[in-house]
């Protein structure tokens, strides 16, 4: 069994991906002509990692909650390499992986932490068995890619199959909390809410009846780590039992949900993986449930996913939304009051063409929407009026909308579909850099 990658292809990486960056684009090419050219790069490259490797898979949360994990670890003493570009298919994880590797092949890493879209998820895992999953959730998104949940549902299946030491479920979540009892192989860990915050997080079925007052029921004492309450940014987690209130670095319920399920997968690997137990190099880490959740509450928004930017007099907040339930669950969680709003509606590939989701959506904490823009703004604006709210511009052309939704000043908040978040934030960045303003949180 090789201990490296072979010198060639890390060679041809690394070329390519120097351009890349000269081009300022193509971030995953370099990972897609070393996967042609070397067909088990990817497996000799992650069997290196000591500590194994982890995958994130689920339909929201996948890039924040691998962020969480991966600087937490990296905080508490262990090389950690990941995906944090997002970019989640096999030719992504593998640019992620080329400039940490030596000429001669060799990843000096200890773990590898890597969000995988639910497609791809399985193809990953065929070629290299992860040793730890954690699926967040099954929701509809993407039906012109994705089919129904039932197909969703299959893809997470085979991922949680693949796992050979630790399974992390979301208790709350029927599809994913069943995995538990079809791969009883691996070590489960469940984390997840209080009943009480029920109406912050919502599923597909909920949708509907929320708006009536009634919710699913919960499975949080299945759960090792618990969201029990949110105060401002202060979220209150139990973790196996001990109470823990933490000002976090992260803004949102859904995100701080998505640090329950950090801080569990960081338990579940400090549980369950031999190298830390028999290793003298990992004798003094503290992985445990005080350390791990203190390491996650430090770490900052992943790009466009809870980013702030300071344009001139405005704070801008960037927040992805790409199906009805992570949209609804964005209203309903971060406060809005005294914000003017945007939303960014596209319609390409990464988006997802078919649209109609964003009529299921629960929009009964907007009022006035400022500026709709993107492809399919028209389509955006004309689901808002039906559902009684006000837009005062609806514009296709984002740049333009952009720049008229910051003009005078104040609090802002833009809510953006992927490709229509990539181009507001490059624009963002580009006024940042020509107006001198603080840029936070886009590490």
């Not at 990658?5 to 690394?14: E, I």
């Not at 992650?46 to 905080?75: D, E, F, W, Y």
């Not at 028209?378 to 559902?387: K, R, S, T």
């Given at each position: ?5 072979s010198p060639?292809s ?11 960056k ?10 897609m002509?070393?996967?042609k ?5 990817l ?25 969480l994990?991966a600087?937490a ?21 593998i640019s992620?992986l ?25 193809v ?5 068995p992860p040793?730890?999953?954690l ?11 994705y ?23 979301n ?21 997840g809410f209080d ?25 949080s004492d299945?759960a090792s780590?618990?969201?029990r ?17 933490l ?5 949102g ?6 640090a329950?399920a950090a801080?569990?997968?960081?338990l579940?690997i ?9 290793s003298?190099r ?14 996650v ?8 996913r809870?980013e702030?930017?300071k ?14 339930v992570g949209?609804?669950?964005?209203l ?10 945007m939303?960014?509606?596209?319609d ?10 964003i009529y ?9 929407i400022?500026?709709?823009s ?8 004309l689901?808002?009026?039906?559902n ?14 952009l ?6 000043g ?5 809510f ?7 181009s ?20």
């Amino acid at each position: 069994m090789k201990n490296t990658s072979s010198p060639l292809s890390v060679a041809v990486g690394k070329g390519v991906q120097g351009a890349c960056k000269i081009l300022k684009r193509g971030h995953s090419l370099p990972g897609m002509i070393v996967e042609k050219m070397d067909a088990g790069f990817l497996s000799s490259a992650l069997r290196q990692l000591p500590l194994g490797t982890m995958i994130v898979c689920g339909t929201n949360g996948k890039t924040t909650t691998a962020r969480l994990i991966a600087q937490a670890l990296s905080s508490l003493g262990l090389k950690t390499v990941t995906n944090d570009s997002g970019a989640n298919f096999t030719r992504g994880i593998i640019s992620s992986l080329l400039p940490l590797m030596t000429p001669s092949g060799k990843l000096p890493c200890d773990i590898g932490v890597f969000e995988l879209d639910e497609a791809w998820a399985p193809v990953f895992c065929r070629q290299f068995p992860p040793d730890y999953a954690l699926i967040l959730n099954c929701c509809r998104d993407q039906l012109d890619r994705y089919g129904e949940r039932d197909a969703v549902e299959a893809m997470l299946s085979q991922v949680a199959s693949f796992a050979k030491r630790g399974l992390i479920l979301n208790a709350a979540d029927r599809r994913v909390r069943s995995f538990s009892s079809r791969f009883p192989e691996a070590k489960t860990s469940f984390y997840g809410f209080d009943p009480s915050l029920s109406p912050l997080f919502p599923g597909d079925e909920d949708l509907i009846c929320m708006r009536h007052g009634c919710v699913s029921p919960v499975q949080s004492d299945l759960a090792s780590v618990v969201l029990r309450a949110i105060t401002g940014n202060t979220a209150t987690f139990e973790i196996e039992g001990q109470k823990l209130s933490l000002e976090m670095g992260i803004k949102g319920s859904f995100n701080f949900l998505n640090a329950a399920a950090a801080i569990c997968g960081i338990l579940n690997i400090a549980r369950t993986c031999p190298a830390l137990k028999n290793s003298a190099r990992f004798k003094d880490l503290d992985l445990g449930p005080k350390a791990a959740a203190e390491a996650v509450s430090k770490v900052r928004p992943a790009f466009g996913r809870g980013e702030g930017f300071k344009i001139g007099q405005s704070h801008v907040d960037m927040v992805l939304v790409k199906n009805p339930v992570g949209f609804s669950s964005a209203l309903r969680s971060i406060p809005l009051e005294g914000k003017e709003v945007m939303v960014a509606l596209n319609d390409q590939s990464a988006d997802g063409r078919d649209v109609s989701w964003i009529y299921d959506v629960d929009y009964s904490n907007l009022s006035t929407i400022k500026a709709v823009s993107g492809q399919r703004a028209f389509d955006m604006a004309l689901c808002l009026e039906y559902n009684g709210k006000k837009v005062v511009r609806a514009d296709l052309d984002i740049e333009e909308s952009l720049m008229r939704f910051l003009e005078g000043g104040g609090d802002k908040i833009i809510f953006s579909s992927y490709t229509s978040m990539l181009s507001i934030r490059k624009i963002l960045l580009d006024l940042d850099k020509s107006k001198g303003g603080n840029l936070y949180a886009a590490d």
